[in-house]
């Protein structure tokens, strides 16, 4: 495998997943692992993200200069790389031209390994406020741009390999090449990494480690879990139990088509149990307008169901839980950032069930390669393309106080934004999109009488990481569409408005 080595910069996990796309396994660490840990895991190839430090900086974050010393190739990308020119004796100092974005770049000498390939002149993604002004020792200039001198530097003898831009960004042309001809040819993998061979293998780890033994889920509907339902389903059949709670805050139709997939009529045989708890979540919610409250009460009452359920089950020897790579990786990286929203299923061990252990199968893949064991599986395509649904459902998509009528008028004008952005042959639906339930009332009129109803928001956005997300460009007539159905169609709601704001400073959800 090859390690990514990670000094907080934004696109670490994207550069462990262009890695994955080269068909070779890859982990993050933090840059706090110890050289010992990483010598032990003998990795191919080692990559160092960028950052938002400057290397030179007292208390910055740094790595001892014997990772270079290891024999193992070591390619370090923006704050990776001038970190490997400072270690090594070369100088970083602040750029007198900051270079952000699409940069032309020239390749200089005769870089046949790590620049295979690549044109003479190239556009590169680059973000950066510090530059190389002098390499270290033993190394050359591979890459040049209008501003920065350095913008690529080899040492071929020893397979070190410093790139001030960022190959893993899409915008850089032929990143994809640079980090194929690092990891493949560079660092001699085989290249054998393939989401059919995961399967076969894992579900022959987990019928050896299962054995006879029973498996509890709780199965939300989501991608992750619906693809370890179907994981476990081939793995071990009827020793599986799948608990699905319907809250009553999913979207329109959601629970029954999750009960026609992992269901009796579905095509998976296991134990399948739907409990219909709405009235239950209805009355919790009652009278509570406060979205962590809310998320609280959710969250709570949800444990409260599902216990309930497992104690009817009985002592189970596994619980499974639907945990993906970047959860590992940012619960990892945990105390650094602030909890802007209480994201209840991420995080703690559940305490409330009888169970030996816990199974994560799906602990070392990331989401695009989830999908593709979800499609290996058979399961549907608009399951297994689902786009993000939070954990509290509609109740945060609600404003204020969570009603069944609420729920009805934000599931039902949902329902139709969805169906139009479907049917309007956009060239890529958003990333994210749903219609939300502001709290306010606005007077309207409609044939002649004066209305006094809801409004509802619509919200679309482009993101890759949902850290950042900017409001989708619909074109306008799609929209227009929308609303007019919406208010035509869903009884209670007089106007439609569409959420310009971008994260940050707003989030993608408005509570
Ligand atoms: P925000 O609103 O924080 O959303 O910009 C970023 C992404 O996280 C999802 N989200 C949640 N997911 N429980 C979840 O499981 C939550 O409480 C929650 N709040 C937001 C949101 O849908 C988006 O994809």
Known sequence: KVIVIDFGGQYNQLVARRVRECNVYCEIYSYRTPLEQIKEMNPKGIILTGGPNSCYEEGAPTYTKELFELGIPVLGLCYGAQLMMHVLGG???????????KT????????????????????????HFDYISKVAPGFEIIAHTADCPVAASACEAKKLYAIQFHPEVLHTVQGKDILFNFVRNICGTAGTWRMDSFVEQTIGEIRERVGSGKVLLALSGGVDSSVLAALLAKAIGKQLTCVFVDHGLLRKNEGDEVEGVFGPAGSFDINFIRVNAADRYYA??????????????????????FEEEAKKIGTVDFLAQGTIYPDVVESGLGGESVVIKSHHNVGGLPDYVDFKEIIEPLRNLFKDEVRKVGLELGLPE????????PGPGLGIRIIGEVTAEKVRIVQDADYIYRTELAEAGLEKLPDQYFAALSNMRSV?????????????VLRAVETVDFMTAEASEIPFEVLQRVMSRIINEVKGVNRVMYDLTSKP???VELE
């Open 505 to 507: 400073p707003g989030t």
């Open 104 to 127: 032309e770049t020239f390749i200089d000498g005769a870089s046949d390994t790590l620049f295979a390939g690549v044109e003479k002149s190239t556009i590169v993604w680059m973000s």
């Open 91 to 101: 100088k970083v100092e602040k750029a007198p031209v900051r270079e952000y974005g």
């Open 382 to 389: 608009y399951l297994v393309f689902r786009q993000p649904f």
């Open 284 to 305: 919790k919610l009652a009278g509570v307008e406060e979205p962590e409250q809310k998320r609280k009460i959710i969250g709570e009452e949800f444990i409260r169901v």
């Open 444 to 456: 309207g009129v409609m044939g002649d009488e004066r209305t006094y109803d809801y409004a509802v």
